[in-house]
């Protein structure tokens, strides 16, 4: 008798089992849909309109197309400012991360914090900032009046590498400082005891441990420029330099409109981008060397000593030159009523704020924060069932681990490609006869591209948080009897939720300044808090740009500061 029962537990166990395998398998196909109609397609869509042969031209003639003089400029153009913003962002993003690991000024974390500011402010802001500061009878030049000869240069391709690296030397500065803190304590102490200078020491101990993180920041920092739209839509068209993110803008947004080329050059960028991130982990591979976990401190700080003047000199200076000289521009002009008459208390004013919220600022204001809210609540359930989507354990024999290893990777592809690419994508595939939804030039499609750019940072969130979760816990559930729904309401969701609402919180701050989606694929008379920004900036109404940049970065960076406040909250 209990044998029979045994054996009917075990049927329905194992119906019970099958049940769910096939729920989770329809569930990964239909994740795998919308991937693919979310994304890929879009990204198909450029190859296909760009190499697709046409009544006037075959596939060989548009492929012929891309070795043309003018597009092996720009190409060349994006290339050059690449390596020099590599260049300069190692030049300031080095010294500090030395200083703010190695020696005694490391006990200051506050300094991180000031570090990473460029990198938290919309790129287009920063430039904005630097070009209002560095212009004729700008600040620069309202202080100090000699600075006419210096101001005169910046305007060039120096200038634009210099604002460029100024917002991605933060960005180096972490992934630098990663690297050194791997350099452990009791291998410096081993060299230094037997008598290693601190060449010796740099060369045979720190240089070994440290290529292999600078290369893979410098790459990223290569990556992020040549795809970086921002930029060189403002600085970039002042000073007549071209590079693929403006020329593919321009192709499919300026009179006469040619999306071929624009695909074209958006094939030209994915190459080289692809190329780059499997150069990166080619040389990854070869260069990393794995370091002692031992206890202690990982790293040999260097006691107070007279130096320490120049070490705060140099701190002083990085940080001056990336966030005093953009942004106290961008404040004086959100306050002042105009520029040319000086700074004293009688040109101090908030009518540029009340102007803004008052007219079509507030508008716009209002768009991005609906569609900053939309997009961040859509992107987080996607990024949640994607993540569900792609989970389980890893064997072999299992037939639909492809399908979570697709999803995975689709789900994750839009971080990997610049998003001016994945808006020309976009534009194909939503402007498209055969496509049946009629989103295209509305407000819908907002939605749609501020989500997919950004479910990357829903799904990471999420999986970073999954990945620490006891599967026992479902397992116990599932032996007492709980169902799917129950376990998932009871036990998964509540623990995934912080991964859940910080994801939340980034797509939501990101989406409220973003510029190159707002940019292409507004709606006529539709302005975002971005587009109103530019708009003012390009009509010489500098003012009230910066005043609506400070309201929407300081909107972005409350919500930061509380979500990290929670966040230790409870930590604690």
């Not at 803004?356 to 996607?382: E, H, R």
């Not at 990024?383 to 999803?407: C, H, N, Q, T």
Request: glycine share 8%.
């Amino acid at each position: 008798m209990e044998d029979m029962q045994q054996s009917s537990a075990s049927a329905h166990v194992g119906k019970s089992t099958d049940h769910t395998l096939m729920w989770q398998r329809i569930n990964r196909i239909l994740a795998l849909i919308v991937l693919v109609l979310l994304i890929v397609m879009p990204l198909c869509l450029i190859l296909w309109k760009g190499f697709a042969p046409t009544a006037e031209s075959g596939i060989l003639s548009n492929i012929g197309q891309l070795a043309q003089g003018d597009n092996i400029k720009i190409l060349w153009n994006s290339v050059v400012l690449g390596i020099a913003v590599v260049l300069l962002s190692t030049i300031i993003a080095l010294p500090l991360s030395y200083i703010m690991v190695k020696t005694s000024l490391a006990r200051h974390q506050w300094i991180d914090i000031l570090i990473m500011i460029p990198f938290m402010t919309p790129p287009y802001i920063g430039a904005m900032g630097w070009m209002l500061t560095m212009q004729h009878n700008g600040l620069l030049e309202q202080l100090v009046p000699g600075a006419a000869k210096v101001t005169t240069l910046f305007f060039s391709f120096f200038g634009m590498a210099l604002i460029m690296s100024c917002h991605l030397a933060p960005f180096l500065y972490v992934v630098l400082k990663k690297a050194l803190l791997n350099v452990q304590q009791s291998q410096e102490e081993a060299a230094l005891v037997y008598g290693g200078s601190f060449m010796y020491r740099f060369r045979r101990i720190i240089l070994p441990m440290f290529v292999s993180g600078y290369s893979m920041g410098a790459l990223l920092v290569f990556v992020k420029t040549i795809g970086e739209f921002g930029t060189p839509i403002t600085m970039g068209n002042r000073i007549g330099y071209r590079v693929l993110t403006s020329e593919i803008h321009h192709s499919a947004s300026i009179w006469p409109i040619d999306f071929q080329h624009a695909a074209l050059l958006s094939t030209l960028l994915l190459g080289v981008s692809m190329g780059v991130w499997a150069l990166q982990t080619w040389f990854q591979t070869r260069t990393a060397v794995a370091g002692d976990s031992g206890k202690g401190r990982k790293t040999m700080q260097k006691a107070h000593n007279k130096w320490d003047i120049i070490l705060y000199a140099i701190v002083g200076f990085a940080l001056f030159l990336t966030i005093v000289m953009p942004y106290a521009s961008i404040m004086v002009n959100a306050f002042v009523k105009q520029l040319s008459k000086g700074l004293n208390l009688q040109n101090i004013t908030l009518d540029n704020f009340i102007q803004v919220l008052s007219g079509n600022g507030g508008i716009a204001l209002a768009n991005s924060l609906m569609l900053a809210l939309a997009a961040a609540t859509i992107a987080s359930v996607l990024g949640l069932w994607f993540v569900l989507a792609s989970e389980g354990k890893s064997k072999k024999k299992e037939s639909d681990s492809w399908m979570r290893r697709l999803i995975d990777f689709f789900s994750l592809l839009p971080n990997t490609v610049p998003g001016i690419i994945v808006v020309i994508g976009l534009i194909l595939f939503w402007n498209n006869k055969v496509n049946p939804i009629p989103a295209y030039n509305t407000i819908g499609i907002l939605v749609i591209t501020y989500t997919v750019l950004y479910i990357p940072y829903a799904v990471q969130n999420i999986k970073n948080v999954n990945q620490t979760i006891v599967h026992n816990l479902m397992e116990a559930a599932e032996m007492s009897g709980s169902t799917g729904w129950t376990r998932f309401r009871t036990i998964k969701l509540p623990l995934l939720t912080p991964g859940i609402i910080s994801g939340w919180i980034l797509i939501f701050c990101i989406s409220m300044r973003e510029l190159v989606g707002s940019l292409m694929l507004r709606p006529p008379n539709t302005d975002t808090s971005a587009t109103y920004i530019y708009r003012q900036f390009e009509q010489g109404e500098s003012a009230q740009g910066m005043a609506m940049a400070l309201l929407s970065v300081g909107i972005t960076s409350i919500i930061l500061i509380l979500m990290q406040v929670w966040q230790n909250r409870k930590e604690r």
